[in-house]
Nanobody
Framework: QVQLVESGGGLVQAGGSLRLSCTAS????????MGWFRQAPGKEREFVSA????????YYADSVKGRFTISRDNAKNTVSLQMNSLKPEDTAVYYC????????????????WGQGTQVTVSS
């Protein structure tokens, strides 16, 4: 089992920045690829970003490319998502997830999920 806890969400104006963090406990964090997903009210959960276990490979949804940066610190069991130039359409609950396989944009590939953190971007 892997337990994931997200933090760092909040309310920010359009154009602002937030940094989300996800702290893992349980099994060896460095064995897992990590991903960030989000879900807005009335919409399906969508892929935001993913990072390989080593941190070498990083993937982004087109909607966030150039604005969001994913990183991980295996020594601290954390994965972070730096979000800049935020837009109202970024408003959603953001979830981190752990995947025993390769980093993926498919939410079905992920084995463990956090409880989510709310991000609200006002216009």
């Amino acid at each position: 089992q892997v337990q994931l806890v997200e933090s760092g969400g909040g309310l920010v104006q359009a154009g602002g920045s937030l940094r989300l963090s996800c702290t893992a406990s349980g099994r060896t964090f460095s064995n897992y690829a990590m991903g960030w997903f989000r879900q807005a009210p009335g919409k399906e959960r969508e892929f935001v970003s993913a990072i390989s276990w080593s941190g070498v490979r990083k993937y982004y949804a087109d909607s966030v490319k150039g604005r969001f940066t994913i990183s991980r610190d295996n020594a601290k069991n954390t994965v972070s998502l730096q979000m800049n130039s935020l837009k109202p359409e970024d408003t959603a609950v953001y979830y981190c997830a752990a995947d025993q396989g390769p980093a993926s944009s498919d939410y079905a590939a992920y084995d463990y999920w956090g409880q989510g953190t709310q991000v609200t971007v006002s216009s």
